[in-house]
C-alpha cells in the first residue's frame, strides 16, 4: 500500500466513526455543539500532523484529523433547520460552493508550498481558514427547532427574535408549537475521481504513452512528485464543481431530489466512457471535469435529501450515519483509484461507472420525494399526517357512495348519520 493510500484510507476511516459518534451528540447537545466540536478538533489534531516526527504518527493525526472531518456534515443539519421549503434546497446547494473554492484553495496552497517548503508547511497552512473560522463560531445561533424539541421554547424564541432583528423584520406573532446505498455510491464516485485524477496524470495515458512534462524522479515507498503541468490540470478540474452546482441549481427544484441525482450519477458514467478509449491529457481532463462537477453535485443533493427526509429528533443522527455509510465507500475507493489504477485503468473505470449507473437507479427507486416537503419535528408527525389522510380518503370515499346517480332522484332526507357519527346512505 502506497504512502498516499495508507493516508487517504485512515482520513476516511476516522470520517467513518466521526461522523456516527458525531451526529449522535448533536442530537443530544445540539447542533452547533457538534460543529465547534468538529472545527475544534480538526484544528488541533490538523495542526499536530504539521508535527509528525514518523509515517506511524502521520497516520494516526490524520485519522484524528478524519474524526474530526466527520462532524462537518452537522453544519448543514443547522443550516437547514432554519431555511423555508421555497429556497432550502438552492441554499443548501450553495454551500457546495465553498466546498469547490476550498478544493482551488489547496490546489493553489499545494502548489505554491510543496516545491520549495514541503508537506510540514502544507498542512500547518492547511489549517488557517478553519482557525478563522473559529473565531466567528460563537455567533453562530442554535438551532430553534432543536430547542423546541428540547422544551426550551424560551431559547427558540429568543434566536428567532435576534434573526428577526439583524433581518430589519418583526417578529411574527403566534406561539411556537412542538410538532443508505446511494450515499455509499456517491462518496465512492466523488472521492475516486478526486483520487483518480491525480493518479491518472502520473501513470500516463491508458496506451502507455505521455504527452507533455518530464517524468520527475520518484522518492521512497512508491511516492511521485506532481509536476507543474498536473497542478494546473488538478486546478481545472477543481474547478468543475462550481458549474457543476449550477446545473444542479438549475433543475433541483424543477425535477426532484431523487431525479437529480440519477441524472448526475448517469451523466458521471456517461463522461467516463471516452478515457477508455487512447485519447490525449486535454481530452481526459475534459472528461474528469464534466463528471466531477456532476458527481459534487451530486453529493450536495445527497445533504438536501437527507436533511428533508428525517424529523428534527434524528436529523442530525441520520446526518451522521448516512455519512458514516458514505465512508465505507470512500475507504473503498483508494485501493480503487490508487491500486487497481495500477494494474488495470479499464478494470477501475469499469468499477466506476457501474457502481454509478446502480446509484442512478438506486435513486429512482428512493421511497419519498422531498420537494416542497417541510421539516418535520418528530415521526409523530408523519403518522398523524397519514392517518389525517387516510381519513379524509375514507370520508370522500363515502360522500362519493352517497352522491346520486345522473338516471335517479334521491331526497335529501335519504342522508343520514350512523350512531357512530359516520355518514351513511339510507335506502
Known amino acids: 500500500m502506497s504512502v498516499l493510500t495508507g493516508l487517504s484510507w ?16 448533536s442530537d443530544i447537545y445540539g447542533r452547533k455543539v457538534g460543529v465547534k466540536i468538529s472545527m475544534i478538533w480538526v484544528l488541533f489534531y490538523g495542526l499536530l500532523s504539521a508535527f509528525a516526527p514518523v509515517y506511524g504518527w502521520l497516520l494516526f493525526l490524520r485519522c484524528l484529523v478524519g474524526f474530526g472531518l466527520g462532524g462537518s456534515p452537522q453544519s448543514v443539519t443547522l443550516y437547514s433547520e ?10 443548501v446547494l450553495l454551500i457546495a460552493v465553498f466546498w469547490a473554492l476550498g478544493s482551488v484553495f489547496a490546489v493553489l496552497l499545494a502548489l505554491a508550498t510543496m516545491p520549495t517548503l514541503g508537506w510540514r508547511w502544507l498542512l500547518g497552512f492547511s489549517t488557517i481558514p478553519i482557525a478563522i ?19 426550551k421554547t424560551d431559547k427558540a424564541m429568543a434566536t428567532l427574535a435576534r434573526i428577526a432583528k439583524e433581518n430589519g423584520k418583526a417578529m411574527p406573532q403566534g406561539k411556537l408549537v412542538v410538532y443508505k446505498q446511494v450515499r455509499f455510491v456517491n462518496a465512492f464516485s466523488y472521492y475516486g475521481i478526486v483520487l483518480l485524477t491525480s493518479e491518472l496524470y502520473q501513470a500516463g495515458r491508458s496506451c502507455e504513452t505521455t504527452q507533455g512534462g518530464k517524468v520527475e524522479p520518484s522518492c521512497t515507498m512508491e511516492c511521485k512528485y506532481l509536476t507543474i503541468a498536473d497542478y494546473k490540470d488538478l486546478l481545472w478540474t477543481s474547478t468543475a464543481e462550481f458549474p457543476g452546482l449550477l446545473v444542479i441549481l438549475l433543475v433541483i427544484d424543477r425535477i426532484g431530489r431523487k431525479k437529480t441525482l440519477a441524472l448526475c450519477f448517469f451523466v458521471f458514467s456517461l463522461s467516463l466512457l471516452p478515457i477508455y478509449a487512447c485519447i490525449g491529457r486535454t481530452a481526459v481532463t475534459i472528461c474528469i471535469f464534466i463528471a466531477r462537477g456532476f458527481i459534487s453535485g451530486g453529493y450536495q443533493v445527497c ?52 457502481f454509478s449507473l446502480l446509484g442512478c437507479i438506486a435513486s429512482l427507486i428512493l421511497p419519498i420525494e422531498t420537494l416542497g416537503k ?16 387516510t381519513r379524509t380518503r375514507k370520508s370522500n370515499d363515502t360522500a362519493e357512495e352517497c352522491e346520486p346517480k345522473h338516471d335517479s332522484i334521491v331526497n335529501t332526507s335519504l342522508l343520514g348519520l350512523s350512531a357512530a357519527g359516520r355518514p351513511h346512505c339510507v335506502s
Open 10 to 25: 485512515v482520513v476516511f476511516a476516522g470520517m467513518a466513526v466521526g461522523s456516527a459518534v458525531i451526529g449522535n451528540m
Open 82 to 91: 432554519f431555511l423555508p421549503v421555497k429556497s432550502r434546497g438552492i441554499s
Open 133 to 151: 473560522a473559529i473565531c466567528f463560531i460563537s455567533w453562530l445561533p442554535e438551532s430553534a427547532r432543536f430547542h423546541v424539541l428540547t422544551g
Open 303 to 354: 445533504f438536501v435529501y437527507t436533511s428533508e427526509a428525517f424529523p428534527t429528533e434524528i436529523r442530525a443522527l441520520a446526518m451522521g450515519t448516512s455519512g458514516a455509510m458514505s465512508k465505507v465507500g470512500a475507504l473503498i475507493t483508494p485501493f480503487v483509484a490508487q491500486v487497481l489504477l495500477r494494474t488495470s485503468v479499464y478494470g477501475t473505470l469499469s468499477l466506476y461507472c457501474g
Open 374 to 389: 417541510s421539516l418535520q419535528e418528530s415521526s409523530l408527525d408523519e403518522d398523524s399526517r397519514d392517518e389525517m389522510t
